[in-house]
């Protein structure tokens, strides 16, 4: 063989090496859950997939209750959820998961009152008029909030998730510190028995009654919200403060978390901050200690290590907060023990 046909070949086995190599890591990875999350993950996966070719990453935004439901079920590679796996269902799961938080975000009390802009609700009275005590507009309690303000005499048409939800979950965690009657009525989860009001699909759903229902509230994320020119409330927090949701508000909410559980199911729902945003939470991916699939397990996992490190940066453009750096270390070590 001569030179020139020496150094074709060569030329060839490494551009089939590297074939092959693209076409051994080309992975279809599936995930489902969360609706908080979607806005981030569809950046997230897009940009990933563009940086890794072959690589594609498909995510149903079907809410937290059903996210849970598939990736215990062994249904899909990962799961999303606001609200943590209980120890029941943690159990009940056909594979071992382990949450990864993602990023911190608000739950924000959406509202279409005609000729009102601007509203303040203490965590009692969004309890009171999700339990149907409180019905019109112009009530007393709102009112006493909101001095000043010109209250239509018009009832109030409740929207509430009719899936199930982690950011039902967020908002009855919320509901719960703040009242001993929602405590002892709907109580958290998912999926409630809701008192009164209907129900829309997703955030979007909720998001798309309220636009449509004049008198109505709601509650979604607060990128949803602003991204729909919604108006959302103020939100009375655990320090008496009105507070309008805002990165910094729920930033300061997570630091009121000063000790990390080492599984990272936590709630920061009414934080003691003055000045943290009292809806506010994590969001986890929910993710298989060891994968079915080897090949889609060495993919995700490095997906998980590029979030953290590079997608993190990316969040407060979407209205998240990122993760603190304490946590950012401790998901890492998480991460790089995943099989």
Not at 66 to 81: E, P, T
Not at 112 to 136: C, H, Q, W
């Amino acid at each position: 063989m001569n030179k020139r046909s020496f150094l074709s070949a060569a030329l060839m086995a490494c551009v089939a090496l590297v074939a092959g190599a693209q076409y051994a890591s080309a992975q279809h990875l599936t995930g489902a859950g969360s609706t908080f999350d979607y806005p981030i993950f569809a950046k997230w996966f897009s940009e990933y997939s563009n940086a890794h070719p072959g690589v594609q990453i498909n995510y149903q935004s079907i809410g937290s209750g059903g996210g849970i439901q598939q990736v215990s079920n062994g249904l899909v590679d990962f799961g999303a959820s606001d609200g943590p796996m209980t120890d029941a269902q943690l159990a009940k799961s056909k594979v071992k998961l382990v949450h990864i938080p993602v990023v911190l975000g608000a739950v924000v009390p959406v509202f279409n009152v005609p000729g009102v802009k601007t509203l303040r609700f203490s965590g009692e009275t969004l309890a009171d008029i999700y339990m149907g005590k409180i019905a019109k507009w112009n009530d007393s309690r709102i009112a006493a909030e909101n001095p000043g303000v010109s209250l239509p005499d018009m009832a109030i048409n409740v929207v509430h998730r009719a899936d199930g939800s982690g950011t039902t979950f967020i908002f009855a965690d919320y509901l719960s510190k703040v009242s001993k009657t929602w405590a002892s009525g709907p109580g958290v989860g998912t999926s409630l028995n809701w008192p009164k009001g209907i129900g829309g699909k997703g955030s979007e759903g909720v998001t798309g009654l309220v636009r449509q229902l004049p008198g109505s509230i709601g509650y979604v994320e607060l990128t949803y919200a602003l991204q729909n020119h919604i108006s959302f409330g103020a939100v009375k927090n655990a320090a008496g403060k009105w507070i309008t949701a805002s990165i910094a508000g729920v930033t300061e909410a997570a630091a009121s978390s000063k000790s990390m559980p080492a599984d990272f199911r936590v709630s920061i729902t009414n934080a003691p901050g003055a000045t943290a945003y009292p809806i506010s939470s994590f969001s986890w991916m929910l993710v298989p200690v060891q994968a079915q699939d080897a090949a889609k397990g060495r993919v995700l996992k490095d997906f998980l290590s590029w979030m953290v490190k590079s997608g993190e940066d990316e969040v407060s453009g979407l209205y998240y907060a990122p993760l603190p750096q304490n946590v950012k270390d401790k998901v890492l070590k998480v991460v790089y023990t995943l099989q």
